[in-house]
């Protein structure tokens, strides 16, 4: 399967803390995203980084992308208790196909 | 806030019976996306549209599920009948382009309809 899988399934941390998750994934991509999920509500569109990008910043988030090792890293940063959310990751291929993982949840204690 | 509009938010019915979902789009988008979430899980594709055509319904139930998007632009998810099993999180998604282009577009989701079988 070409699905992106996300680890740690779950990670507990305390607001102010920094919160990594890793996602790792078997095919060729064009490109990878990350997205939130507030429990109960849609998917929020986070971060895009392309196959050629190493490293992509959005305010407290950092992306990272090695495509030799066919893996990727979200690091949010002094992390807050609205940070509470799913994480995941979605591999895109370059034939336009996107498969999102299972997801990574985050509970950031205030 | 959600800027592609699902309703119902919520729906409760018995199993064989049908249900329907509806997803109006972000205006201009050409691609309209079906998935299902089962509660702490990945979501799984169930359908694509590129503006009225069927792309990818390669995991859709045929047998008790349909959707159309008859003028490109709102589409319709139908359930019957309905199964214990269905019970899930059913979100749409829509995103701007055609093509190759595509993935690298991001998707922009609703909130969803939470379905319970009973």
């Known amino acids: 399967s070409q699905q992106g899988e996300e680890d740690p399934q779950a990670l507990s941390i305390q607001e102010g803390e920094n919160a990594t998750m890793n996602c790792s994934y078997k095919?060729?991509?064009?490109?990878l995203q990350w997205y939130r999920q507030n429990s109960g509500r849609g998917l929020v569109h986070l971060i895009l980084?392309?196959?050629?990008?190493r490293e992509k910043h959005s305010g407290r988030l950092r992306v990272t992308l090695d495509t030799s090792k066919k893996s990727s890293s979200l690091l949010i940063t002094a992390s807050r208790a609205a940070d509470t959310a799913s994480y995941f990751c979605v591999i895109n291929t370059n034939a336009g196909k996107s498969t999102f993982g299972d997801g990574t949840t985050l509970t950031v204690k205030p | 806030e959600a800027e592609v509009a699902q309703s119902p938010r919520y729906k409760i019915t018995e199993k064989s019976q049908a249900v329907a979902f509806w997803c109006d789009p972000i205006?201009?988008?050409?691609?309209l996306y079906w998935y299902r979430q089962i509660l702490g899980q990945g979501l799984e594709l169930l359908v694509q549209f590129q503006d009225e055509s069927v792309v990818d319904d390669s995991q859709l139930p045929k047998d008790r599920f349909s959707a159309e998007r008859l003028k490109g632009v709102d589409s319709t998810l139908k359930i019957q009948p309905a199964e214990l099993g269905d019970s899930a999180m059913y979100l749409c998604?829509?995103?701007?382009?055609?093509?190759?282009?595509?993935?690298?577009?991001?998707?922009?989701f609703g909130d969803g309809t939470r379905l319970s079988i009973l």
């Open positions: 095919t060729s991509i064009n490109n």
């Open positions: 205006s201009g988008h050409a691609t």
């Open positions: 980084i392309r196959s050629n990008e």
């Open positions: 998604a829509s995103s701007l382009g055609t093509g190759e282009t595509e993935s690298n577009q991001p998707q922009h």
